[in-house]
């Protein structure tokens, strides 16, 4: 099994900027990251396999202010979160899975991180 470790979440100001990290013991996953707000359903932000060329998928929600990066040597992804809005409010997760790659869906994930908690203020 894979062990995830996110850091990087805090408190910044609408418009602002985080960059969130994932340090997983093992890249030969389909990977992503997911939110979930206070009283909302979990949220995929943004899919991907870090052996992969490069490619990503990315919810509506985030696609052209969030960018996810990966630093295999290290066996870590980040998220880089720009332009960030009140309604990015919520705790961060990573995921790693065996299934299905570049998908959004939850059930398709079956190790998590223990997140890291990101305040947009307006």
Not at 51 to 80: M, P
Request: aromatic share 12%.
């Amino acid at each position: 099994q894979v062990q995830l470790v996110e850091s990087g979440g805090g408190s910044v100001q609408a418009g602002g900027s985080l960059r969130l990290s994932c340090a997983a013991t093992d890249s030969h996953y389909c990977m992503a990251w997911f939110r979930q707000a206070p009283g909302k359903e979990r949220e995929g932000v943004v899919a991907f396999y870090p052996g992969g060329s490069g490619r990503a998928y990315y919810a509506d929600s985030v696609k052209g202010r969030f960018t996810i990066s990966r630093d295999n040597a290290k066996n870590t992804n980040y998220l880089q979160m720009n332009s960030l809005k009140p309604e990015d409010t919520a705790m961060y997760y990573c995921a790693a899975g065996v299934g299905a790659c570049y998908t959004l869906a939850a059930t398709n994930y079956r190790y998590w991180g223990q997140g890291t908690q990101v305040t947009v203020s307006s």
